[in-house]
């Protein structure tokens, strides 16, 4: 059973404009949230973070938000650039789970010039 | 900069031929893990290290071992590869304590010959 989806496997976005990814998640315990990008033959980079006690994080281009009650958050990346893209990996951990990261199954977009 | 770092970015073994792959970090982070990723799916872990404490997933493959000498090195043993171990193997650090960023190494990508 998968704790985090991403239901999107691609997307493309032009250059300029909004990209949004989706993720989602069934586990309750879930109180920490991330975001990884990662280019092809590299390890996953960490991106932005947000913890349950907020709905929105915001660092430069990028900006997280949490729905909780609906188990949802996305990633904007406004205005999108072509170094943009790569492959985003959302992953969720709890208090429970230790530092144990459960992450979704990637979304790669392209942003195209 | 403090960083991960695995050697060698890129290893091709024989089918079966014992093979080790090597992570460090200079981050003095207390967690280590090892995760395997095949294509653009998500990151599977594969074991992490609390300290010295080792702790398997339950679906790790007993053809997969793990050694942590030291606070800054880490191993991950192959004993008898097969075609399907061929994959990117990625090593993560964290904190004990949280927040629960994991920061990764640029990973080492495996052929099986």
């Known amino acids: 059973d998968q704790q985090v989806k991403q239901n999107s496997p691609s997307l493309s976005v032009q250059e300029g404009r909004i990209s949004i990814l989706n993720c989602d998640y069934t586990n309750s315990m879930f109180d920490y949230f991330l975001w990884y990008k990662k280019y092809p033959a590299e390890g996953p980079t960490f991106l932005i973070s947000i913890s349950s006690i907020k709905d929105k994080n915001e660092d430069g281009r990028f900006t997280v938000f949490l729905n909780k009650s609906a188990k949802h958050l996305s990633l904007h990346i406004v205005p999108s650039q072509p170094g943009d893209s790569a492959v985003y990996f959302c992953?969720?951990?709890?208090?429970?789970?230790?530092?144990?990261?459960?992450f979704g199954g990637g979304t790669r977009l392209m942003v195209k010039p | 900069d403090a960083m991960v770092i695995q050697n060698p970015r890129y290893q091709v073994t024989q089918f079966g031929k014992p093979v080790t792959l090597s992570c460090s970090q200079t981050l003095n982070h207390n967690v280590m893990y090892w995760y395997q990723q095949k294509s653009s799916q998500a990151p599977k872990l594969l074991f992490h290290y609390y300290d010295k404490d080792f702790n398997n997933e339950a679906d790790t493959p007993d053809n997969f071992q793990s050694r942590r000498p030291n606070t800054s090195f880490c191993f991950l043993d192959i004993r008898s590869p097969g075609l399907g171990d061929a994959a990117m193997y990625l090593c993560a650090t964290s904190t004990l304590d949280g927040p629960y960023e994991q920061y990764f190494g640029p990973g080492t990508r495996l052929t099986v010959t």
């Open positions: 992953a969720a951990s709890g208090s429970s789970a230790g530092n144990m990261l459960t």
